[in-house]
C-alpha cells in the first residue's frame, strides 16, 4: 500500500483518538480529583502517526476546544487526501481497461 495513503489512515486514526480523549477530559471536567489526560503525537514506522499519553495535568477547557478544532482541519485534509488518492487509483484503472 502507498506510504501517503498510510500515513493519512494512519492520521485519521490518531485525529479520532484525539477527540475521544478530549470528549473524555470535557465529560469528566467537573469530576472531583480529576486531571487530564493529555496526548502526545509523534512520527510512527513507516510514515505513521503515533499518540502517546504525557500524563495528566489540571483540566484546561480552552486547550480542549483549541485541540478540537485543530483535530478537525487535521481529520478533514487527511480525508481529502484519502479520497484524492481513491480518486487517482480509479482513473489509473480506467486507463489500464
Not at 49 to 60: I, P, T
Not at 68 to 76: A, E, I, N, R, V
Not at 77 to 94: V, Y
Amino acid at each position: 500500500m502507498d506510504l501517503s495513503f498510510n500515513s493519512s489512515v494512519s492520521a485519521v486514526r490518531a485525529s479520532v483518538t484525539r477527540v475521544d480523549n478530549t470528549a473524555h477530559n470535557v465529560a469528566n471536567a467537573n469530576t472531583d480529583g480529576f486531571k487530564s489526560q493529555r496526548l502526545v503525537q509523534s512520527e510512527g514506522i513507516r510514515d505513521t502517526v503515533e499518540l502517546s499519553a504525557v500524563g495528566y495535568n489540571a483540566q484546561d477547557l480552552t486547550q480542549d476546544m483549541t485541540n478540537l478544532m485543530s483535530d478537525k482541519h487535521t481529520y478533514g485534509a487527511n480525508l481529502k487526501m484519502i479520497s484524492m488518492k481513491n480518486d487517482m487509483i480509479g482513473e489509473t484503472i480506467d486507463l489500464i481497461r
